[in-house]
Nanobody, 124 residues
Framework: QVQLVESGGGLVQPGGSLRLSCAAS????????LGWFRQAPGKEREFVTT????????NYADSVKGRFTISRDNAKNMVYLQMNSLKPEDTAVYYC?????????????????WGKGTLVTVSS
């Protein structure tokens, strides 16, 4: 089993920045990829970004490319999401997720473990 706990959410003004963190525990050596997904009110959960075990391979949703950066610290069992130039449409609950097997995926249904989420609100 793998446990994931997100932190770092909050209220930020448009154009601002926020850094989310996700701490993994349990059978962390079994994790291949870690990713971030988000769910806005009344909408389905959607892919944001994902990163491979080595950190060499990453994928981003078109809506966040150039603004968000995912990074991973395997020694600390952490994954981070640096969010810059935030927009009101980025408002959502952000979830950390883990997948045991390759390849990288953008499909929520292909992730094996989930955190409980952290709320990001972008508003003036």
């Amino acid at each position: 089993q793998v446990q994931l706990v997100e932190s770092g959410g909050g209220l930020v003004q448009p154009g601002g920045s926020l850094r989310l963190s996700c701490a993994a525990s349990g059978r962390t050596l079994s994790i291949y990829s870690l990713g971030w997904f988000r769910q806005a009110p009344g909408k389905e959960r959607e892919f944001v970004t994902t990163i491979s075990r080595s950190g060499v391979s990453t994928n981003y949703a078109d809506s966040v490319k150039g603004r968000f950066t995912i990074s991973r610290d395997n020694a600390k069992n952490m994954v981070y999401l640096q969010m810059n130039s935030l927009k009101p449409e980025d408002t959502a609950v952000y979830y950390c997720a883990a997948r045991i097997l390759p390849p990288l995926t953008a499909s929520p249904e292909n992730m094996d473990y989930w955190g409980k989420g952290t709320l990001v609100t972008v508003s003036s």
